[in-house]
C-alpha cells in the first residue's frame, strides 16, 4: 500500500513494512519521522481523515496512533491532535579525522633468540598440505578423539624422528602437546605424583621453563655447565634428584653440545636410579658444520623422554609439540591431560601430518636451513670486520650466537642498544639463581628478523657493540 496524504498538504509517501495493517503503518511512520520527512510538532491528520485517504478502517489508523503514542514518537492531545513527538536532535559530530600513522610499540630491530623468522612460514604448501588432509579425514576426526592426539601425526612423526633424529619410536608412544611448555607442564605433575622430589636443570636456561617445575612443586637445583655441556657426572651425588631437564643437541643459551662422555653418563645415572632425562630438542634440526647431532633417547628409550615442537621449525603460533615418552610413563601422562585440556585441535594435526608425510616439512626444514646459515655467516663476517674483538660461539647449530664481551660491559650494551631501537638480551637472563656469574655476553637471536630487516638489524648490533 502506498498513498499520498492529501488532507495533509504535503506530498509525504506511505510504504507500509510487514503482512498487516497496523503493523505496516505504524513502521512507515517511524521510518517518516526517523528520516525527518515528518519533522517534530508537524500535526497529523485525523483517524478519520488518514484511513479514508489510506482506504482502510478507522479503527486500524487509531489503534496504529495510540502504540505510537505509547512507544514515544507521537503525541496526543485533547483539543490539538496527534502530533510528531519533539525529539532532541542528534549531536553534531566532527568528520573524523584522517587516521593517524600508526606509532610503533616495540623496538625497530630485535635480535631476542628464540624466535624463527615467521615470515618464511610455508603459506602455499601448508595450505596445500591442509586441503589435501581435511578432504581425507574421516568424520570422526572432527570429534573428541585419543587424547594422545590424532594418529596420522603421532605416525608420521614416528617414522620422520626415527629418519632425521634417530628417536625409537612408535605411535603409541606419542603424545601431542601445545608445544614443549604444556608437555613439560604435564611432566612436572606426573614426576610431581610420582613423589619425585627434585629436576635438575642446566646452569643457563629459559627461566620459565623452571617456574614451571617449581610450579608442580619441583625443587630445581642446577648442573654446572663448561664447554663440554652439563656436568652429568654430578648428578650421582644428587640423591635427591629424580629426574634432570637437558638440551642436549645444543644447548641454551651456550649453543654447546653435551659431549658423548656426559651424554652416557645421564644415561648411566638415569639406568642406575631409576630416573629420567626430560629431552629438549630444541632447534636440533638446524645443524650447519656437519650432521645433526642424534637425540639422547636414541640410548635409551625407556630412560629419556623425548620433547620436539614445530615452532622453530615452522611456526610458534601452531602450538603444536609432541612428546615420546617411556612406556611405562604414556598411561600417567594421558591422565594428566585430563578432560580440559584433552588434545590439540585435529585439523592442524592432520595437516602436519601430510604436510610430513608429502615431504614438504623436509623441503622446509633444508631451505631453512640454508637460510639460517647464510645469516649466521652473515654475522660472522659483519663482527670480524667492525667488531674484530668480539669472540663468538655456539654457532655450530641452531638459531642464536653468544658474543663474549668485557667484564662488566653486557648491561651497558643492552641500554645503548635499546636507545638505538634495537632490542638484545644477555647471558645474564638465563642464569639459573644458583649459578654463578662468571663470565658477560649477549644471546644473539639471527632467526627472527625478516629478510627485508636483516641488514638494518645486523648493522644496529655493531653500532653499540664495543
Known sequence: MTDSWASFGADLHLEPVGTGLRSGLMEALREAVRSGRLAPGTRLPSSRALAADLGIARNTVADAYGELVAEGWLTARQGSGTRV???????????????ARPVRSGPAYTLKPGFPDVSAFPRTAWLRAARKALTAAPDEAFGYGDPRGRVEL????????????????????IVICSGFVHGLALLGRVLRQRRVREVAVESYGLGFHTNLLTDAGLRTPCLPLDERGSRTEELAAMRATGAVLLTPAHQFPTGVPLHPDRRAAAVDWARATGGLILEDDYDGEFRYDRQPVGALQGLDSERVVHLGTASKSLAPGLRLGWMVLPRSLVGEVVAAKGVSEWMSGSPDQLTLAEFIASGAYDRH???????????????????????????VSGIAA?????LELPAGAERSVIQAAAFQGLALEGLARYRHPDAPATRDAL????????ESAWAGTLDALCRVLP
Do not use: W
Open 85 to 99: 513527538a519533539q525529539r532532541s536532535a542528534p549531536r553534531r559530530t566532527r568528520p573524523p579525522a584522517a587516521p
Open 154 to 173: 603421532r605416525t608420521a612423526l614416528a617414522e620422520y624422528l626415527a629418519r632425521a633424529r634417530g628417536v625409537h619410536a612408535d605411535p603409541e608412544r
Open 365 to 391: 626444514v633444508r631451505s631453512m636451513r640454508l637460510r639460517y646459515r647464510r645469516r649466521r655467516d652473515q654475522l660472522v663476517a659483519a663482527l670480524a670486520e667492525r667488531a674484530p674483538g668480539i669472540e
Open 398 to 402: 641452531g638459531l642464536h650466537a653468544v
Open 443 to 450: 644471546v644473539i637471536g639471527y632467526g627472527s628478523p625478516s
